[in-house]
Structure formats: C-alpha cells, structure tokens
C-alpha cells in the first residue's frame, strides 16, 4: 500500500481530474455588450420583431460555393482538427471528404429549400446558422421532411428516424436542430416569410414543423459548447449576427 501522502495526492489529482472539463467548458455564449438592448423586457411578437431587426442588421453574407470552407471551421471537430462532425450521423469526418459522391459529406439545409422556397444565390439559402454538414446519402433520406417523432430507424444514421415524410434527428441534436429553425422564423420574418408551424408538409411554402415537437425537443435538449462555439465564429468571421435562441434560451418560450 502506498504511503498516505501518495494515496492523498492520487486522490486530490483524481479530483481535479474530474472537475478540469466543467472547468474548461464555457458557460454560456458571449454577444457584445449591448448587442440584445433592444430586446430588453419585450415578449410574444414585440420580442420577435425585436430580435429580427437586431439580426438583420450590420449583417454580411457568403455565397453557396464559400459556405464548403466556412462549415469546415464553423463544424470542426475539436477531437480531430482535420475533421468535421456530421449533425445527424454524428460521425467525424475529414473536411477534404466533401462533395457530392456516396461517403461524402454535402451542405444541409435544415430548413429545406423547398419549405421556402429559396434558392442558393444568397441569404436565406446560404445563411451558415442553418447550413450543417452531413453524409450525402443521409441528407438526401432527410430530403425536405417536416421534423416530428417517430419513424423508422435510419441504418446510415444511428439514433435517427425517418417516414415519408417526417424526420426525427438523434437526441444529441434535437435542440441544435429546433434552434436553428427558430432562429430562420425570427431572422426571414417579412419577404420570404418563414413561419414554424403545427401541421407541417408545406413543400412549396414557407413553413416548417412541427412547432410542438421543436418546442420539446428544444426543452429536451439545452444548448453546448460546440452550438455556442458555432454561434461566436459565424459572428465574428462571417455573418455578423447570431443566433438569439442559443444566447437566450428562454426566448423560445417568450415567442413560441
């Protein structure tokens, strides 16, 4: 048996051990000082409109072609630099792996084009606070579905489930995936109008659902590290504006 100063210093380095990734982890999001003024103390639709003027405003835009190296630093794995994590796989992969072959990764839309409908020449269809990189041959079975419970698992994509026409991400990204549909309802409020909505299947229009399942998924499932890390580089090296749900959680609830 080792000496008792030895067996204190094991335990003491266990300890820390423990304690250093809680440590180390941020603990919230960080937008300059006075960034949310203007929202200050509003709720329901004054907050909306709020949140849309600020992250509309001062804001810059990248084009569908650029979106392949930004996602490549906006998804980064922090395990594997070389690498990016795929939303609904999970997976890592090497950012030099994308395009358009099986065993690449392409460019999701989480909300689908066609929800909108938009097209890839600008903003929305380029806005990286909805733009995840994923496997091609998931992102073509997600296709435009609605999301919503349920369905059968998806073998390319453990944790996943999909029916004709609704798709059920992992756990670990359900409330990834119901931010980033609040933040597009919030930030293309007016022109192309997109609005979160119950009844979903609205291929050819500008809505998404299904807004009670994105609600509970948001609840389920609280903002990280790697969504605040996301949120801090889109607006600091490319869009200028950020994602209010992320910083704000409970804003969801405010206007939802």
Do not use: C
């Not at 609600?215 to 499932?221: F, G, N, P, S, Y």
């Amino acid at each position: 048996m080792p000496p008792p100063t030895t067996r204190v210093m094991a335990v003491l380095a266990g300890l820390f051990a423990l304690a250093l990734p809680h440590a180390a982890a941020p603990a919230e999001a960080a937008p300059p000082a006075g960034y949310y003024d203007a929202a200050a103390g509003l709720s329901g639709e004054r907050l909306k409109d709020a949140l849309h003027g600020i992250i509309s405003t001062g804001t810059a835009s990248i084009t569908y072609k650029q979106a392949w190296n930004a996602l490549k630093v906006t998804d980064e794995d922090p395990a594997r630099p070389g690498s990016v994590i795929l939303l609904y796989s999970g997976i890592s992969r090497s950012k030099d792996q994308n395009g358009g072959d099986p065993g690449d990764w392409n460019r999701e839309h989480v909300w689908p084009q066609s929800h909108g409908p938009f097209d890839t020449g600008t903003t929305p269809g380029t806005d990286l606070h909805h733009l995840r990189p994923e496997d091609v041959t998931v992102n073509r079975i997600r296709g435009n579905k609605d999301f919503d419970n349920g369905g059968s698992p998806v073998p390319e994509a453990p944790g996943n489930r999909s029916d004709k026409d609704s798709w059920e991400p992992r756990d670990a990204v359900k409330g990834d995936v119901a931010r980033m549909v609040f933040y597009m309802a919030v930030r293309y409020e007016g022109g192309t109008d997109l609005e979160v909505d119950e009844s979903g299947t609205h291929s050819g229009n500008p809505r998404l659902g299904r807004l009670s399942v994105l609600l509970a998924w948001h609840r389920q499932d609280p903002v990280d590290a790697f969504e605040r890390r996301r949120n801090d580089i889109i607006f600091e090296r490319y869009q200028h504006n950020r994602n209010p749900f992320i910083d704000h959680p409970e804003w969801v609830a405010a206007i939802f």
